[in-house]
């Protein structure tokens, strides 16, 4: 499975868009790009996922270089609530066997 | 809908003692089922993964066991819990794309 490298911490002004960088250079070509949040002592909740293109949710968007080697989740109008740890994990589809392999993630504080 | 039930929240145990933690999945057949484990409150460490009934896969060596006696069912056990198995053990089901986890159990070993 595939590594991923995100900044430890970051920090976003209530109200702006918050955007979170994720390096994942050994990428292969059937694994996804996950992105998943978790509050203080809660499950991790899922965000978005992508293979190549951009997407966009009612949570975030994720924009995937043409290179597939680091992705950006964006979370366009960050609130108070989205302070939590999110981890970008690339890994495969359950019927390929996938499995999520969680690293240390980035934890974003919103403040106001 | 879905669920993912995952109990109990909250356990303290002593050294030695044996351990059994359940996870029900309902809404769904034949998920891939997973036990993960959060410790200081960072980096969550997959344990166990399970294709199936009777299928289980080990990732790390540790104290700890699985078994899938059902298809919506996943245990996670012990027969001597240690002080490094506390935790916070999360239980996550997949069908497609992307997990659900469980809302966690949150093991104290004293």
């Known amino acids: 499975d595939a590594k991923t490298t995100q900044p430890p911490s970051m920090d976003c002004a209530e109200g702006r868009a918050a955007n979170l960088p994720c390096n994942h250079s050994t990428i292969s070509g059937n694994e996804y790009v996950y992105w998943y949040r978790q509050i203080h002592s809660q499950g991790p909740q899922y965000i978005i996922h992508?293979?190549?293109n951009n997407e966009t949710n009612e949570m975030a968007s994720l924009i995937i270089t043409e290179d597939r080697k680091s992705s950006t989740l964006i979370l366009p109008h960050a609130t108070l609530r989205d302070t939590a740890v999110y981890y970008c994990?690339?890994?495969?589809?359950?019927?390929?066997?996938?499995?999520?392999?969680f690293g240390q993630g980035t934890e974003l504080s919103v403040k106001p | 809908s879905q669920t993912i039930h995952q109990w109990p929240a909250t356990l303290v145990q002593p050294v030695g003692s044996p351990l059994s933690l359940e996870c029900t999945v309902e809404?769904?057949?034949?998920?891939?089922l997973y036990w993960y484990r959060q410790a200081a409150g960072r980096g969550l460490q997959l344990l166990f993964y399970s294709v199936g009934i009777g299928q289980i896969s080990s990732e790390v060596p540790q104290n700890l066991s699985a078994s899938r006696p059902q298809d919506r069912q996943f245990i996670l056990s012990s027969k001597k819990l240690l002080l490094s198995d506390s935790g916070f053990y999360l239980c996550?089901?997949?069908?497609?794309?992307?997990?659900?986890f469980g809302s966690g159990t949150r093991l104290t070993v004293v």
């Open positions: 809404g769904t057949s034949n998920p891939n």
């Open positions: 996550a089901w997949s069908e497609g794309y992307g997990y659900t």
């Open positions: 994990i690339v890994g495969g589809i359950y019927n390929q066997g996938g499995k999520l392999i």
């Open positions: 992508g293979l190549k």
